[in-house]
Each structure stands twice: as structure tokens, then as C-alpha cells.
């Protein structure tokens, strides 16, 4: 009976995140303190107060998501250890913080810097990333290679076994789109502001590379499951590569949890103030066996 401590990326804010906690943890401030300094952003005053609008910024919303997440983490610590770690997309800074491979003040600076990163790689490349539900990979994959004549697309997140995000620029997004309608597809356009798991975001990986370069990544107090692969491991190198080339790489986060769940994983904790990863792990997992999945409300 092992027990996971899972982390969201972009998509779950709201206006108000991290108050409950501070009611009853007013340290737990020092945290969004520290966000706001290492960022130069008023991290603090958007996540408690907004407007939604500014706070839903690529360069405001990934160090506000993760300080949010990293007062959660002190709060869920205190109780119990985790046995395995891992973060959707961004969520995994979360997780290599809850492992113990990244200090506070590093996971945030350097989120900070590839939030940045990723949103001049946006404005410089402008994409999308839509939703599709009930499609095979390999249907949805070859509507990809017929989309590909207007621009850059493939798979980005395997979030569950029903449904899949392509990423990539506009034109081919939109003719994606319609492709998978053809194929009596459902599709959901998200309302984020760049393609992320892309090869649009290739400049900003290799920048990021830089920064990653001269970091020592501590070995893992758990083991952690890299989005890019999937698959449990306590090597710091390994670990650190896998942040790097998640930037482009498709989420993999369906074979993540079902690999938890082989690993014997029975607890899901989702490292938020509301349960946003919580549904799409419950559709991972296999519907015969029994697994306790809750977010840390």
C-alpha cells in the first residue's frame, strides 16, 4: 500500500487559490512571499485577489500555480511522506520539491524563468492546443500527419485513455479540428496561450537548457515519474533531462498513473486546493480494482 503525491499544471486556477490555507496557515504566506520576489511579479497579490484574466498569463501562472502548490505540499508533508511523486506538465516542479530533488526557492526561480521562456516562445510562434475526445492515437495521429501541411501539430497530453491534446500552430490546429470532426470526434479548444508540448516551444527549451545546466539535481527521497516517459525513477540525471525535454515532449500522463498503480500506488493525493487532476486520474486507473483518489482540499 504505497501512496502518491500528485501535482496539476496550468488549467486549475482560480481567483482565491491558497486563501483556506492561509486561514488556518498564515506562514504558509512566506511561500507566495518568496514567489513574488524571485519572479518580480505580484504573485501574491493575483492569486488571492486576481483578476483571472492577468493571473492566467503563461509568465504569472506557472510560478503562482506551483507556490500554491508548494504551500499544499508543507501542509500534506506534515501528516505523511509520499512513497512516489509526479506533476502534470508543470506539476512536476511540484513533484521534484515534494522528492526533495529541488529546494522552494529553486523550483520557483527556475519556473519563473521558463514561464517567461515559454511565453516569448508563444508570442514569437503563436499556437493552440485542443482537447479531443474519442479518438484512437493512431487515428488521431494520422489526422495530425494530414494536418501538418499548414503548420507544425502532433500529440501533446495522453491525459486519459479517451482523451488526447494536440498542440501546434493555428492553421494546422484548426484543420486538426476539423479532421476529427470528420472522424465523429468531440473536440474542446483550451484556453491556454501558446502550443506547449510542442516543437514551438523548441527555443524555449533550449534556453531553459542553459539555466538546467549548471543546477545539481539532489537524488529523490521517492521515486518520480517524468512526464516525458512515464516511468518511476530515483536517478538525478535521468530526472533532470526529463524536465528539460518535457517542454516539447507529449505528457504522458495516462501510462504514468497506470504505472503507479502496477508499482502498487492505492493513494492518489492531488496537491491542490481543489480537485482538478482528481477525475482525470480516476479514469486512468482500472475500474475493478480500488484506489483512493482526493485532492487536498
Not at 486549475?12 to 514567489?35: D, H, V
Not at 537524488?219 to 538525478?236: F, I, W
Request: glycine share 8%.
Amino acid at each position: 500500500m504505497s501512496t502518491a503525491f500528485i501535482f496539476p499544471g496550468q488549467g486549475g486556477q482560480f481567483i482565491g487559490q491558497g486563501c483556506a490555507w492561509l486561514e488556518t496557515n498564515p506562514e504558509l504566506k512566506e511561500i507566495l512571499t518568496l514567489a513574488d520576489k524571485v519572479s518580480g511579479r505580484p504573485i501574491t497579490r493575483l492569486c488571492l485577489e486576481g483578476p483571472l484574466d492577468e493571473l492566467s498569463r503563461t509568465a504569472n501562472l506557472q510560478p503562482a500555480i506551483l507556490a500554491v502548490s508548494l504551500m499544499g505540499l508543507r501542509l500534506m508533508k506534515a501528516q505523511q511522506k509520499p512513497d512516489f511523486t509526479c506533476g502534470h506538465s508543470l506539476g512536476e516542479f511540484g513533484a521534484l520539491c515534494a522528492a526533495e530533488v529541488l529546494d522552494e526557492k529553486t523550483a520557483l526561480t527556475l519556473v519563473s524563468h521558463r514561464a517567461v521562456l515559454m511565453d516569448e516562445a508563444a508570442r514569437k510562434n503563436p499556437g493552440a492546443m485542443l482537447a479531443v475526445i474519442g479518438l484512437t492515437p493512431e487515428v488521431l495521429e494520422g489526422i495530425c500527419e494530414l494536418a501538418r501541411n499548414e503548420g507544425p501539430v502532433g500529440l501533446a497530453n495522453f491525459n486519459t485513455p479517451d482523451q488526447i491534446v494536440i498542440s501546434g500552430s493555428i492553421r494546422a490546429i484548426s484543420a486538426a479540428g476539423k479532421y476529427v470532426k470528420m472522424k465523429n470526434g468531440h473536440v474542446i479548444p483550451l484556453p491556454l496561450s501558446g502550443a506547449f508540448h510542442s516543437e514551438l516551444m523548441t527555443e524555449a527549451a533550449e534556453k531553459f537548457a542553459t539555466e538546467l545546466a549548471s543546477l545539481d539535481f539532489h537524488p529523490p527521497v521517492c521515486r518520480v515519474a517524468p512526464n516525458a516517459t512515464g516511468e518511476p525513477t530515483v536517478d538525478p540525471i535521468e530526472i533532470k533531462a526529463r524536465l528539460l525535454s518535457q517542454i516539447t515532449s507529449p505528457v504522458l500522463w495516462t501510462k504514468t498513473i497506470q504505472n503507479l498503480a502496477r508499482a502498487g500506488v492505492t493513494d492518489f493525493l492531488e496537491v491542490w486546493p481543489k480537485p482538478y487532476l482528481t477525475n482525470i486520474v480516476k479514469k486512468c486507473l482500472p475500474q475493478k480494482a480500488t484506489f483512493n483518489v482526493k485532492a487536498w482540499a
